[in-house]
């Protein structure tokens, strides 16, 4: 069996994978990575307080060139290192250079596209996701007192984008089509207090709103317009809409994709040499969009890649925060809930602070928090263990240590 | 900032223990200590006493007087009273009218208001609530001595031998003679201690012998020891002829109960217990016999009291050093009561209704229009209320709406009558809500005369401040009303000092053995003087050139008041109670104290830590009867008779026998929305001393099914909410409701409980457990909160009221708070020491520390180190370890 492991892409789940590779099996893979962006790996996720300037590039740095020289990884990074096509037949990939590189084991990990609306003037100078360090250069290049910034989508992406650009001076407008912000991880109530927050920073809301088209001149985008035939002036128009897995390449290279990359519990794809993981895959039926996860398939890849072979990954509920200064938020699971589920819920309008735990058949199926989440960590793992809470129910909401004195143990095994 | 030092006596109970009080009068603040000179307590007080300077708040007084619900002026308001009674009078005749008058008040006032009504007034409609309390003692004393003597003192509790109990809860009770009981028998361990009480009380810590008696069969027991004794020879032959008749007729009577085992049956005890007891008594000469309302509160109350007499006749053990039987009455000045003839049935100072008596009075008062005849007692009297034979009703510092047996039937009648006057030192009573005028009396702390104790010690009780607002004292008041209806020139008094000076000369009065001999005496005092008055040190009546200090003991010498100067054998059979239990109402409602309440908490549930031993109305019920009646332990419990319901509390004991219900007697409707005892008493009462069976009522007993159960604590007093059971209670810093109801109830109506609050909400809500809370702050200080359940499972209160105490709440607190549940360690659990306020938790957690006994738990932690009545409870959890 050879040695030649290629990993395309050297985003959060390409360099994660090259981490548990090092501490899996150093040195059993000549393991060459190629990434478009001309950096090491950095911190996706931090972008967000990079874009606020909370944060500086050095300081989202995961790994840097010299990590990869250290480890014996063969780092070929920038746009002409953007991979173009995979050969199975010849097991070689080719770069935009035209060079081409032999494999014998192949790990797609490119990761996601930002959707754009298909609406007319989505090309237009000034109109861009928000997805790489290029994104966030651009937009600081657009940055300018006074200035009109609208963030089409109220999601993760889509506020802290919102809340950076306000907080360089920007006037921002965060479209969304659904009343409720960030509905996908709060509940109504907990969407009002972070949208009460947000409109104390100085951010418009426009919803439920849907972006009938984009106008300008000269190419340059000058306004944005809705379905309900109004429109506001616009500089800048963040497309926070979510993600599409990136799967261009695989499909080209007539490997079995349905929204995703579709992989094996142990993220195999259809072809035996080639694996994927990250936002480019379907498993079982789920794509992902959080790190959490992606940490979770690297694992599982590496134990897999590095023969030892027990591992098989397994999608849990993720819970997910927002990462902006003086925000808290949290959910994990089902906090929609369910036919039969029941709801706890605590309130302290004063200090913003809301919490939602959704219970079903005695077990925590998932829970909402604002403005306190200290315990989110805690609901997580109830909401995996899925540990029947029916003694804990009265202390549930106050947390782990009042449950642990209440029980009289550790509440959760692995707590100790 | 000046402090004074003031010696004065305690306002509870019959003991008379005397204080010694800092006063800081302009901040109208004061300590309490016990008196170590006061031969009634050397120093010690109990819980309730240690607590009256927290009483003595201004905020919860009547300072001014009312008419109709409004205010008034005194002259206005004394004008009304006495057109009021002089029309009454005028119109239906002098039993037209009525007061009704109480332990609470000193000597003094009850002379004043008895020489009113009596003399005055021409009726002899005054009658007290001593009446609840010891009218059969007073009645069995009379049958056996000629007069309502108590022979011997408190003294003799620490010379005797064995010391009997009976139907008393000493240590609840009457605590500081309980303390002297319990130093002198750890002391002298030979001494032994028998109670006898179908409950089995914190009395029984100390007992050598508990005989759970059948309620009512004391009786039997004591006719079966007058046979035993006689059986063991002890009868004391000599004393018996010279000084005592009927005593073949007693024993004839006495022998019908039959030999021991068929006592021991009738009493349902087992007849080793009995005779055991009986032999302990019989080689016992140094042998007091103590009892209280468990004698008395019966329909053969007075034969009850007889039994014990009798066998204390027999044996000659009455009179003599550590001998006798001794009757521990409830109130401060219930013996004052019976010596100025505060009972219907008694004229003044011992004297009695008949011709020889009646002239002396009349003469010595100049009274032409003293009544001839005894006036109704009190179960009679609201009779006669609602009846409308009675049409103006003056009640003075007492709560009958609570206290009286059949008590919404007084309600009733109250509400009724077309004239209701009430003096009292506070603003709101179950009894003051009826009254159409209302008169604010001085309460203790600024009440100035003299009272009786239970061992005959007439002791000072002494002002501590000015008279507050408008009150006025109660002999003040009652001599107004009587120079309004024409009497000025018998109601003379400017000073307390002139009334006690009146009455000891009445007492004096041709009180010779050629002209009318009584035992009630103190006419050293009758030409006392301010200043001697003033300084009145304690004394035990009689006082008068035979004994100018004072007598401890009556009777030694064998020469008793009844006109052969012997006493009598009475011969008594065992009469049960009234009314049996029965297939609808099949248990036995017993009634009686708790430790720190006193009578229906008009003042001692103003002191926030009284309120903490025991918070709620609740009944004890035996475990078996509670699984018989569905009842859950600390559910709430519908508890119904033939005369009236309530809802209490349920605690599972086995200290109840078995078809016996015990209900505190205190909780009223200021205090609960169902919780006042009263209302179910059947007001049956002794034909020889009308006092009312207050023991034993037959009721049934059920679950009372809330929908929910909640509470609120609240640093502001808040309206009553919606719900059928509701016991209000002070915190120390909050008011605390308990409170359970039908229907549905949800976080909008905590919101709108607690609506007059200002303050950040925060709220928890578990809505399909019917769990809800919500509490609201302001500024980081706790303002309330309240929380509701279906079922009692509540977090404590305790550690939730403790957090009123804090200046603030910091970020974690505030986000523990709606658990209810302290941080480990914080929550001291439900008091136990009163004094000290030390809770369960820290002593159980001193235990698991390594203390094995009273002693080390009272060095750490100071619980029971001052009155001392926590110490059973220590000894239980020392025991459940």
């Known amino acids: ?416 | 900032m000046t402090l004074q030092t003031i010696q004065t006596t305690c306002a509870y109970c019959g003991v008379g223990c005397g204080i010694n009080s800092s006063v800081q009068a302009d901040a109208h603040h004061a300590s309490v200590q016990g008196d170590q000179q006061h031969p009634s307590n050397f120093g010690r007080l109990c819980s309730k006493g240690t607590a009256l300077a927290d009483t003595i708040s201004l905020n919860e007084r009547l300072l001014v007087p009312e008419m109709n619900g409004h205010k008034t002026d005194w002259d206005t308001a004394l004008n009304a009273v006495a057109h009021g009674f002089a029309q009454t009078i005028a119109q239906y005749g002098p039993d037209a009218v009525a007061f009704y008058v109480s332990g609470q008040l000193l000597t003094e006032d009850y002379y004043v208001a008895n020489k009113l009504m009596k003399g005055f007034m021409g009726s002899g409609n005054i009658d007290t609530n001593s009446r609840l309390c010891m009218s059969s003692s007073v009645a069995g004393h009379k049958r056996a001595f000629g007069t309502d003597t108590v022979p011997g003192c408190y003294a003799d509790f620490e010379l005797a031998d064995l010391i009997v109990l009976v139907g008393s809860n000493t240590a609840w009770c009457h605590p500081v003679l309980f303390q002297r009981i319990k130093a002198h028998k750890e002391k002298n361990p030979q001494v032994k201690v028998v109670v006898i009480d179908p409950r089995k009380t914190q009395t029984c810590d100390i007992a050598d012998l508990h005989l759970p008696l059948k309620p009512g069969s004391d009786v039997s027991l004591f006719n079966g020891l007058l046979v035993a004794i006689a059986e063991a020879g002890k009868l004391d032959a000599d004393f018996i002829r010279n000084h005592t008749d009927n005593i073949t007729d007693a024993i004839n009577c006495a022998e019908i109960n039959g030999d021991i085992n068929s006592v021991a049956a009738t009493c349902d005890l087992n007849a080793e217990d009995v005779r055991e007891f009986y032999r302990l008594f019989c080689a016992t000469e140094k042998n007091i016999t103590l009892y209280s309302q468990g004698v008395n509160q019966s329909s053969a109350g007075t034969d009850k009291v007889n039994a014990i007499i009798n066998c204390h006749l027999a044996t000659g053990r009455i009179g003599k050093a550590g001998m006798g039987p001794f009757s521990m009455t409830g109130q401060p000045n219930a013996m004052g009561g019976r010596e100025v003839g505060g009972l219907a049935n008694t004229l003044a100072a011992h004297l009695e209704f008949n011709a020889t008596d009646l002239d002396i009075v009349r003469r010595f008062w100049r009274a032409p229009n003293l009544t001839e005849a005894p006036g109704l007692s009190a179960v009679d009297m609201f009779d006669a209320v609602k009846t409308g034979r009675i049409k103006a009703i003056w009640i003075m510092a007492t709560n009958p709406v609570v206290s009286m047996p059949d008590a919404d039937n007084v309600k009733a009648a109250l509400e009724a009558c077309p004239l209701v006057v009430v003096s009292d030192c506070v603003a709101d009573t179950d009894t003051l809500r009826l009254a159409h005028i209302k008169l604010p009396a001085t309460g203790w702390s600024e009440k100035d005369g003299t009272v009786t104790n239970s061992e005959r010690r007439i002791s000072r009780q002494r002002a501590l401040f000015a008279k507050s607002g408008e009150a006025q004292h109660d002999w003040w008041i009652i001599s107004e009303v009587a120079r309004r209806m024409g009497f000025a020139e018998a109601f003379p008094y400017q000073h307390p000092s002139e009334i006690f000076a009146e009455h000891a000369a009445l007492s004096g009065f041709e009180n010779n053995a050629t002209q009318r001999l009584r035992d009630f005496d103190i006419s050293k005092f009758a030409h006392i003087e301010r200043a001697a008055y003033d300084a009145l040190l304690p004394v035990q009546w009689p006082v008068n050139a035979e004994y100018p200090e004072g007598r401890a003991r009556f009777f030694a010498d064998g020469l008793f008041f009844t006109p052969s100067r012997k006493a009598r054998f009475i011969p008594v059979r065992q009469r049960w109670p009234k009314h049996k239990t029965c297939a609808e109402y099949p248990l036995v409602l017993n009634t009686g104290r708790i430790r720190d309440q006193w009578h229906t908490m008009t003042r001692t549930a103003l002191a926030a830590q009284l309120n903490q031993h025991i918070d709620e109305a609740y009944v004890d019920i035996h475990p078996q009867d509670a699984q018989q009646y569905a009842l859950q332990d600390n559910a709430i419990a519908h508890i119904n008779s033939r005369w009236g319901k309530m809802l209490a509390r349920v605690k599972i004991s086995a200290n109840q026998r078995r078809g016996e219900i015990f209900v505190p007697m205190h909780w009223t409707g200021v205090l609960s929305r169902a919780g006042r005892m009263g209302a179910l008493v059947n007001p049956v009462i002794d034909p020889d001393s009308k006092q009312p069976e207050s023991k034993h009522t037959p009721v049934h007993i059920k679950a009372y099914h809330a929908n929910w159960y909640g509470f609120i604590l609240s640093r502001e007093p808040l309206p009553w909410p919606e719900a059928e059971y509701l016991i209000s209670i002070k915190g120390k810093d909050f008011y605390r409701y308990e409170l359970a109801g039908s229907g549905q109830k949800n976080l909008a109506d905590l919101q709108h409980w607690l609506n007059g609050c200002t303050g950040d909400s925060i709220s928890y809500e578990d809505a399909s457990l019917g769990m809800y809370r919500y509490a609201l702050l302001h500024n980081g200080r706790l303002i309330a909160v309240a929380m509701l359940s279906r079922d009692t499972n509540l977090p404590q209160r305790q550690w939730l009221g403790s957090l009123f105490n804090k200046s603030e709440i910091d970020s974690r607190g505030r986000a523990a708070l709606l658990s209810g549940l302290a941080p480990a360690g914080e929550d001291i659990g439900r008091i136990v020491c009163a004094c000290f306020s030390v809770g369960e938790n820290s002593i159980k957690n001193a235990i698991k520390g390594g203390c094995c006994s009273t002693a080390q738990i009272g060095a750490q932690l100071k619980a029971g180190t001052n009155c001392g009545s926590c110490i059973p409870e220590i000894k239980q959890l020392l025991g459940a370890k």
Not at chain 1, 136 to 142: C, E, I, P
Not at chain 1, 236 to 264: D, H
């Open chain 1, 1 to 416: 069996m050879g040695r030649r492991l290629v990993v395309i892409g050297n985003g959060m789940a390409g360099g994660k994978l090259l981490e548990e590779l090092a501490l899996a099996c150093p040195g059993k893979y000549e393991i060459t990575v190629f990434g478009n962006e001309p950096y090491g790996n950095y911190n996706r996720i931090m972008l967000s307080p990079l874009l606020a300037g909370d944060k500086t590039l050095d300081d989202i740095m995961l790994n840097g060139r010299e990590w990869y020289a250290a480890n014996g990884f063969n780092l070929q990074a920038g746009a002409d290192k953007a991979v173009v096509a995979i050969n199975r037949g010849r097991k070689t990939v080719q770069c935009a250079d035209g060079s081409e590189t032999p494999y014998d084991k192949l790990v797609i990990a490119t990761g996601s596209n930002p959707y754009f609306l298909p609406v007319e003037g989505n090309d237009l100078q000034g109109v861009m996701g928000f997805r790489a360090i290029t994104d966030v250069n651009r937009m600081l290049s657009a940055v300018g007192e006074g200035k009109n910034a609208v963030v089409i989508g109220g999601g993760l992406l889509g506020l802290e984008a919102a809340v950076g650009l306000a907080g360089r001076g920007m006037q921002v407008t965060v479209v969304h089509h659904n009343a409720t912000l960030l509905n996908r991880q709060l509940d109504a109530y907990a969407a009002n207090l972070l949208e009460e927050n947000l409109r104390s920073r100085g951010i418009h809301f426009k919803k439920p709103a849907d972006t009938a088209k984009l106008s300008g001149s000269n190419g340059k985008l000058e306004h944005i317009h809705f379905a309900d035939g109004s429109s506001q002036p616009a500089d800048l128009v963040i497309m926070a809409l979510g993600i599409r897995p990136n799967i261009r390449l695989a499909q080209e290279a007539g490997l079995f994709c349905k929204s995703g990359i579709v992989v094996s519990d142990s993220l195999q794809s259809y072809d035996p040499s080639i694996y994927a993981l990250g936002e480019c895959i379907e498993h079982r039926g789920a794509t992902f969009g959080l790190v959490a996860p992606l940490y979770d398939q690297a694992k599982v890849l590496a134990n897999h890649l590095s023969e030892h072979g027990v591992a098989q990954y397994k999608t849990l509920p993720t819970a997910t925060k927002l990462k902006v200064t003086g925000i808290h938020l949290f959910s994990v699971g089902n906090f929609s809930g369910t036919d039969s589920s029941e709801n706890l819920i605590y309130k302290d309008p004063a200090n913003a602070i809301y919490k939602k735990l959704v219970i079903d058949n005695n077990r925590l199926i998932g829970a909402v928090a604002y403005g306190d989440t200290s315990e989110g960590s805690f609901y997580s793992e109830l909401v995996e263990s899925a540990r029947d809470i029916c003694d804990l129910r009265p202390y549930l909401m106050f947390g782990r240590a009042l449950c642990e004195q209440m029980a009289g143990t550790p509440v959760m095994e692995n707590a100790a």
